[in-house]
């Protein structure tokens, strides 16, 4: 069964084939990236505008690259929320055009439940994965806009753990990125800048939130702005230093940032592997790319870590079609008529 995969929820302009929920037959993602880096974070208006140009020639791309016709497509999955509204309606509105004009089967997804998905899809020529990953494990969503430690029992049956009280992981490494001028997105440029840096050059924050029902939660506010007040004494120096020694220390800066945004997700992880006695641990999300964490994880024995190729830790069709394979095998259908919604409610862990 090929489903057609269609994701717009950001800034990422993506389509996909996915056979029988598994194998990739093609990806492409279409990045708005430059159209947004001027402005140092996502324009909504420019991005539902330029999904509404690329989307079409996307979708071309992605057919023509799995070697098919319309007429070899079974299904067609696409993002309904969470993300930007107006993205959102591009890709569905194309999505449900599609289908209704081949009188397909159409599914509307969760964009995190895709995330938490794509380590299943890791069956491609140039990763095989030995075994997906086994039902009930424990999850790990961190992305631009969520950063959620979830029991997972299924595809669609996921129950929140703990979640950020203020700022996700993601905006965390965009905003400090973007006080310090180290690039957009920002986790990508951190994560390749603190290579060089050394961990320990600085004394970062980490919240404390261990007790009662925050005992799995998250917070990232706290160590934003302790980094970005580094910043100002580094800039009050900086008259005086000079620019290579400016260099080295941003490096640093990155370094100590990274490693302890990446302690304040593992200590809950860990709280919650202990708690639930859940050894298998799935990633997803941008920030699931992250060599710190991916590292880190990697080296914690008693634990099964899975995070998807970093190419299908951020946004893709793929882990549309291949989450929505799942739902049209069960004889799951979505009306013409779903909306597109900016937020999800069942994602907010809700407290006593
Ligand atoms: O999943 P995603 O592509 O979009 C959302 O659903 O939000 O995640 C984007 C986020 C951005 O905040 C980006 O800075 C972060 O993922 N990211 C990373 C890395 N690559 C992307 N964060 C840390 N390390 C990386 N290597
Ligand atoms: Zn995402």
Avoid at 5 to 10: H, K, N, Q, T, V
């Amino acid at each position: 069964m090929k489903i057609l995969g269609i994701e717009s929820s950001c800034d990422e302009c993506a389509a996909a084939v996915v056979e029988d929920g598994k194998r990739i037959l093609s990806n492409v993602v279409a990045t708005q990236i430059p159209f947004h880096a001027v402005y140092e974070g996502v324009v909504p208006e420019i991005a539902s505008r330029m999904h509404t140009e690329w989307i079409y020639r996307v979708v071309q791309e992605a057919l023509q690259k799995a070697g098919l016709h319309p007429a070899g497509i079974d299904g067609v999955a696409a993002t309904a929320h969470p993300g930007l509204l107006g993205s959102l309606l591009v890709g569905l509105s194309f999505a449900k055009a599609f289908a209704w004009s081949r009188n397909l089967p159409f599914i509307a997804v969760d964009h995190l439940l895709a995330h938490l998905y794509a380590s299943q899809l890791a069956e491609t020529p140039e990763n095989t994965l030995s075994e997906p990953p086994e039902y009930p494990f424990l999850g790990l969503l961190v992305s631009g806009g969520h950063s959620i430690i979830c029991r997972v029992d299924d595809f669609d049956g996921v129950t929140v753990l703990g979640t950020t009280i203020d700022d996700a992981v993601g905006e965390a490494f965009d905003k400090v990125s973007k006080h310090y001028g180290f690039g957009y997105p920002g986790g990508a440029a951190i994560d390749t800048l603190a290579r060089k840096g050394d961990t320990h050059a600085f004394n970062f924050p980490l919240p404390n939130l261990y007790k009662g029902e925050h005992r799995y939660d998250l917070s990232y506010s706290g160590l934003k702005t302790a980094v970005i007040n580094q910043l100002e004494q580094f800039r009050a120096k900086k008259g005086t230093a000079n620019q290579e020694a400016v260099k080295i220390r941003s490096e640093d800066i990155a370094a100590s940032f990274q490693k302890t945004a990446v302690d304040i997700l593992l200590r809950s992880l860990f709280r919650a592997v202990d708690d639930t006695r859940l050894t298998t641990i799935v990633g997803g999300g941008g920030v699931a790319a992250n060599s710190c964490l991916r590292a880190c994880l990697a080296g914690h024995q008693g634990l099964r870590c899975i995070f998807p190729p970093p190419e299908l830790c951020g946004d893709n069709g793929a882990m549309i079609a291949g989450l929505g394979y799942r739902y049209l095998k069960r004889g799951d259908r979505s009306p013409l008529t779903a909306v597109a919604s900016a937020r999800v409610k069942a994602f907010k862990r809700r407290y006593p």
